[in-house]
């Protein structure tokens, strides 16, 4: 399989990040134009009155020699002043129309990015293998679609349009100083670039800092996550203390890396400004001694050193813009490097023949997990159409992991599994798992209503059917005892169902669904006595119009069934009717009879 690598370890991913935003998001080229059009003409405006002041200047101390007489063939001060300042006015207008522009422009594309980027990871993520999730701490996921996703807006908000703007500030000053004296320009200029030379290194020694500094966020995203998922745990073992610690650990680790970044980072305005101090200097004192000697018109002089002023304090932005755009660029390479991870299992196209009967077959099947030994070795079983059968064994000897192959949430190694005579491989997802319905061991419950959760897989449901359902799993009655009946909230937050009634709204959940094939990874030993007779009822119930494949753990509930498989050591050890495997003696008579033994023990010990 692909790894998550790049999600766990400080590897780079995806090495050029600009690039891939740029060929990711063709669809939004125009704005990235437009926007970038405006905060063109807005640095134009902006550099503009400068200019103007100077030409006042000139209008002043020359008056009817003054460059503005020469443009507008105005002869009088006063007249002349009136056109400076209405063009002014135009340019301070146009300043503010661009500004507002631009900032629309750039800020909705920040958005727009962030939002698109937010909702195509979450959607690749969930696309991924069963196994990839469970090599990869879902904290670490959401730091990537929360966390990165916004650091990379917060640079296109602001960051992007400062570096535009830093950009032509230089090109539309360079030609006013170009224009006007040579000397000047290389004088103005002189810092530049030192500016430059030093923005790359500082960003060359950035790179790898920040994204280290993602890595660890990662860390803290996972040991969180992972801490609140098992709260009760670390509550019951009074292990609070230990947990804190860890997180400090974690965060320890984010904080310094951090400190490494921020001590770079900071040591970039200073030498920055050192630079612009030489510059400015030059230029005051240079550019004073040509008109003293009247070499330079007083006018260009207060424009020049203005312009000077304008040219490089922008460039003091620079320095925290590239921090923003290298702390947004390690969260990109984050970003895709996500969006580029593919499972290993691919969905076929074909579909079942209807009426779909979901029979199953197991052919030789050899699987193991990731690198591991191998769980199952050599299996062979077959569920006809419209039966109902059952697989027993002791604990860990492969009965979710033979469910996990029906449903496909892994592929065996070697051998087939087979659904209507058809490989899993080669059908789509809703060919296979539409025909499923599946209850799990430990049953999610979503934050919502219970007719929500019991309509999860088939929405459009009505009361009626939605009642039927819980009816038929014995969960109706409870459900009405609830606060809110049907609209009692539940789930994620709302734990307000026992482990038994959480069972029953799973069942309910997967035969609304009228699947060919029930598939059921039965908790029975979570549950009461009286939970168990009820879900033996309904098991009765459902499975007479389907096939149906449970993993049992208490024998009593699956006793009715067609035909029991007994897995040992990854391979089926016995099969039979519930009388057949008692009467062999085997394996399955020896569980038989620990279970009924304890039966007959606890009811002596009731009495
Ligand atoms: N996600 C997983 N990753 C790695 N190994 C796993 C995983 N799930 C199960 N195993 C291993 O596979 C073996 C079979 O597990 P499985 O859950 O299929 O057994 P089981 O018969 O259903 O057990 P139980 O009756 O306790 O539910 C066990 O040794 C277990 O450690």
Partial sequence: MTSSAALRHDEPGAARPLRDLWRHHRRYRPRVVAATAATTLNTAADVLPELLLGVAVDVVVRGSDSFAATLFGVEGRFEQLLIVA??????????????????????????????????????????????????SAPGRVLSVVSDDVNQLERFLDTGARVILHTFWTVVFVGAVFAATSWTMTLLAFLPVPVIVVGSIVFQRRLEPLYTAVRA???????TIATNLGGLTTIKAFTAEAREVERVREVSDGYRDANLRAIRYSSAFVPLIRMAILAGFTSTLLLGGWLVINGRLEVGLYTVLVFMTQRLLWPLTDLGETLDLYQRAMASTRRIFA??????????????????????????????????????????????????????????????????????????????????????VRELGWDALRGAIGYVSQDVFLFHGTVRDNLAYGRVDATDEQVQEAARQAEAHAFIT?????????????????????????????????????????????????ETEAAIQRSLAAVTASR??????????????????WVLADGRVAEAGSHDELVEAGGIYAGLWAVQTGEAAEMGAGAR
């Fill in 338 to 423: 996500l969006l580029r991870e593919r499972g290993d299992q691919q969905p076929g196209t074909g579909v079942l023949a209807p009426p779909v009967r979901g029979s199953v077959e197991l052919r030789g099947v050899r699987f193991g997990y990731a690198d591991g030994p191998d769980v199952l070795r050599g299996l062979d079983l077959v569920v006809p159409a419209g039966q109902t059968h059952a697989v027993v064994g002791s604990t860990g000897a492969g009965k979710s992991s033979l469910l996990r192959l029906v449903l496909r949430f892994s592929d065996p190694r070697e051998g087939q599994v087979l659904l209507d005579g058809t490989d």
């Fill in 86 to 135: 209405l063009v002014n006015v135009v340019v301070w207008m146009i300043e503010s129309a661009t500004d507002y522009a631009a900032s629309l422009l750039w800020r909705g594309l920040a958005q727009a990015v962030e939002h698109d980027l937010r909702v195509e990871t979450y959607a690749n993520v969930q696309e991924l293998d069963v196994s990839w999730h469970e090599g």
């Fill in 216 to 222: 660890r966020a990662g860390d803290v995203s996972a």
């Fill in 481 to 529: 005892a609830l606060p809110q009946g049907y609209d009692t909230v539940v789930g994620e937050r709302g734990q307000t169902l026992s482990g038994g009634q959480r069972q029953r709204i799973a069942l309910a959940r997967a035969i609304l669904r009228d699947p060919a094939l029930l598939v059921l990874d039965e908790a029975t030993s979570a549950v009461d006595t």
């Fill in 547 to 564: 096939t149906a494949l449970v993993v049992a753990h208490r024998l009593s509930t699956v006793r009715d069934a067609d035909r029991i």
